[in-house]
C-alpha cells in the first residue's frame, strides 16, 4: 500500500496475528457475568489480546448495561431482533476475529490465571487444532503428557494433570479455544 510516494506494510506485518489472540464471547441477558468475565481477563492476561462480543437479542436494558463497557471490548455488535441462538451468535463473533488464535468463552466464564499464552504455545502446533482448557487439573503420565515451548498438555481427550486437556468433542466445555483456520476449514458451528 502506498500513499503519496510512502510505502506502507500490510497490516500482519505490523502486528503478526500470532501475537495475540481473539477472545470472543455472545452474551444474552447477563452483563453481570459478562462484566467478571472481562475483569478477570484485564487481570490475568499475559498477551495482547482483542475482545469480541456479541449480544445476541437481550432486551433494551441489558443491551445498555452491555453498550456500558463498550470501553473495554475491540468490537461489540447488537442482535436487535430474536435470539438466534448460540451457533449463530459464535459464528458471527468468531468471524469477526483477527487473530490466527481464538478463546471462545460463554459469558459465564471468568479466568482464575495467566493461560493466554500458554493457549497460543499449544495451539501453535499444527496437530492440535482444538483445545479445552482444564480447571486445576492432576497429574498425567509421562506418556500422556507433552510440552510445548513450556506449556503442558495431554492428547485424546481429559486427563488430569497437565494444564490443558485438548478435547475431541465441541459440546465438552464453554471455553474452547482454536486456530481461526481449523474454524474456517470446517465451516463453523
Known sequence: MSYKNHTYPPPEEVV???SYISIVAPTYCRPFYLKKLLDTLEEFADMPYEVIIH?????RHLQDEVYAMKDRI?????????NQGLPAAANHCISQASSKYVLFLNDDCFFVKPCLQELCNVLSKEY????????E??????RERMVTNGSKYALGG???????????????GSC???????WQEVGGW
Open 55 to 59: 449480544d445476541d437479542g437481550s432486551p
Open 74 to 82: 475491540s468490537i461489540l455488535s447488537f442482535n436487535n431482533g430474536l
Open 176 to 182: 474452547i479455544a482454536f486456530r481461526k483456520s481449523v
Open 158 to 172: 481429559y486427563k488430569e494433570g497437565a494444564v490443558y486437556a485438548v478435547s475431541n468433542y465441541l459440546g465438552g
Open 16 to 18: 503478526p496475528r500470532d
Open 128 to 135: 492440535v487444532g482444538l483445545l479445552s482448557p482444564a480447571n
Open 137 to 142: 487439573p492432576g497429574p498425567f503420565s509421562d
